[in-house]
Nanobody, 124 residues
Framework: VQLQASGGGLMQAGSSLRLSCTPSRRTSGTYTVGWFRQTPGKEREFVAIISGSGDWTYYADSVKGRFTISRDNDKNTVYLRLNNLKPEDTAVYYC??????????????????WGQGTLVTVSS
């Protein structure tokens, strides 16, 4: 499964943005999807995860209350809504799937398939 993350851009602090994650081809079934982010020189870090049904979500403490993960299975798309953006949210954001580890899967190694990433830049 190849994923495509999109929706990044140059934003001002305090603004909002919605990222999208779609597979390169329509897939059957629904899968747990995670969002991660990475800045130069740092390890990729977990941001949020959503179950295949959308009933379960989990967030990193650093984004809890500001970011919202959701999905529209009819559109085969997972979203990450970023509210009240801060300069420290500047990163390349990646979506991933293909995890078989217990909930919540928060490690990079837990995922088999990754998107190419979309850059979010937040200016102060």
């Amino acid at each position: 499964v190849q994923l495509q993350a999109s929706g990044g851009g140059l934003m001002q602090a305090g603004s909002s943005l919605r990222l999208s994650c779609t597979p390169s081809r329509r897939t059957s079934g629904t899968y747990t999807v995670g969002w991660f982010r990475q800045t130069p020189g740092k390890e990729r870090e977990f941001v949020a995860i959503i179950s295949g049904s959308g009933d379960w979500t989990y967030y990193a403490d650093s984004v809890k209350g500001r970011f919202t993960i959701s999905r529209d299975n009819d559109k085969n798309t997972v979203y990450l809504r970023l509210n009240n953006l801060k300069p420290e949210d500047t990163a390349v954001y990646y979506c991933a799937t293909g995890t078989k580890t217990p909930w919540p899967a928060k490690e990079v190694s837990d995922y088999a398939y990754w998107g190419q990433g979309t850059l979010v830049t937040v200016s102060s």
